[in-house]
Structure formats: C-alpha cells, structure tokens
C-alpha cells in the first residue's frame, strides 16, 4: 500500500500519516527526515543535498526523487509506505512516477486532507508553542491545563511566526500555485481520494481507514 498525503499546511496530514503508519505497519516518511537521515549518515546523496542546503537553496527534484526512492528500497517498505511533504509539484510527481515505474511499483493511492483557506487560518493561529522544551497546544482543541503556561516545563507559550495569520495566508498561496494542481494530476490517474479535513482527527481517520479498507 503506497500512499502520498496531500493537503495545505495545517490540515493535519502529517497527523494523519503518522496514524495510518501505526495503523498499517508502514514507514511514515517526510522527506526532511530523510535529508536529515543521509547528511547524518554521511551518504553520498546526503553530501550532495547538503551543500545545496548550506547555501539555503532547494534541493533539486531529481536529488530529492533520488533520495525518496533510495528510501523506499529499503526492506521496511517492502509492505508500502505513507509519503508526507513530497512530491509538491507536478515536475516532481512526474519524476517520482518515472522512477517508481522503473522498479515495477506505482502508487496506490494519494489521500487529499481537503481543508478551506478559512479553517486552516482560524486553526494556525490557535496554535501555542513552548519558548523552552517545545511541547505544542492549541487554545481550543488541545488547551494547556493553565492558560499560556506549558504543562510539561512550566515556561511560557507563544504564538510561533509559522502560525500567524498573515504568514499562513503566504504559505496557502505558494501552496495554490504550486501544491494544489497535484489534485488534478492525481485524480486524472485515478487514485486520488478526499477527505474532509473539517471534522476532529478521528472522524477524518475513520474516514481514511474506509478508503484504505480496515
């Protein structure tokens, strides 16, 4: 069962990969774990990516689909796997098609956590985050005990720059120009499938496990 997770930032994807990997017994990866993982390593791939990342530049796609698929060669991926972040344009699903097809395998299906620009805005900027140990919650959905006060060190919560309101509405609109025509891409392969993002996490899984067959 090979899978790709799309959706806006803040829809709760990644939140929902990690799920189905504990569900399905299969790798969740994001492709920061595996750049992080080969420069770690020391790989040659890993070396490459790295002086890319060094002068704050993207790595390239056929770099990027080149680590993917190094990825999911390995044995753990044997059953399939949730692939979260990645691809985000269509040169890059392109690739990635192309690559999967030389080993004999393509994907299954591509799972769109569909949430309006509105919700996500509303969402972001519930968000709170720990200036000390990191430790994440949200004013409505996932409050700390004692308003603004982290539950695990004590220190101070704050609104991250990622979640305010005017830098979420950026990243929804490099996501709409770049990210989104993967819907049609995907659905014009015959394995898209959207869920709607707006119910709580469990409806939104349950949904997925449907899809996914439990």
Known sequence: MKIIMLGAPGAGKGTQAKKISEKYQIPHISTGDIFRANIKEGTELGKQAKTYMDQGLLVPDELTVNLVIDRVEHDDCKNGYVLDGFPRTIPQAEALDKALSG????LDYALNVDVPDENIVKRMAGRRACISCGATYHVVYAAPKTEGICDVCGSELVLRDDDKPETVTKRLGVYHEQTKPLIDYYAE???????DGTQNLEAVFDDIKRILGE
Do not use: A, Q, S, V
Request: charged share 25%; no cysteine; aromatic share 0%.
């Open 189 to 195: 392969e015959g394995i898209l499938k959207t869920i």
């Open 103 to 106: 080993l004999g395998e393509h």
